[in-house]
């Protein structure tokens, strides 16, 4: 079964910008529609976009668009979240997973957004 490893989280003032990494531990990753989802503290876990199997994003969630931008290299087994213009409520654990969150949930990734 594939594995995801996410990575790239931090601590960033409002205004920043990170960069998250997925990496899939099978080349069979290539195959699925992915997303990334995060969950904050209280909160249930949300879709926050998609990109379909040949790299075309296709869903943002309102609160992000226009500042998230979701990319995937199926060579490398990998998918990122380019995140600029972070705000507090962008706070949470970032997931990867298929768009449908059927495979195994990884670690996450902590992106807090703080002054």
């Known amino acids: 079964q594939v594995q995801f490893v996410e990575s790239g989280g931090g601590l960033v003032q409002p205004g920043g910008s990170l960069r998250l990494s997925c990496k899939a531990s099978?080349?069979?990753?290539?195959?699925?529609?992915m997303g990334w989802y995060r969950q904050a503290p209280g909160n249930e876990r949300e879709l926050v976009a998609t990109?379909?199997?040949?790299?075309?994003?296709?869903n943002y969630v309102d609160a992000v668009k226009g500042r998230f931008t979701i990319s995937r290299d199926n060579s490398k087994h990998m998918m990122s979240l380019h995140m600029n213009s972070l705000k507090p409520e962008d706070t949470a654990v970032y997931y990867c997973?298929?768009?449908?969150?059927?495979?195994?949930w990884g670690q996450g990734t902590q992106v807090t957004v703080s002054s």
């Open positions: 997973n298929t768009n449908l969150g059927l495979g195994p």
């Open positions: 099978d080349g069979i990753f290539r195959l699925y529609i």
């Open positions: 990109i379909t199997t040949c790299g075309v994003p296709t």
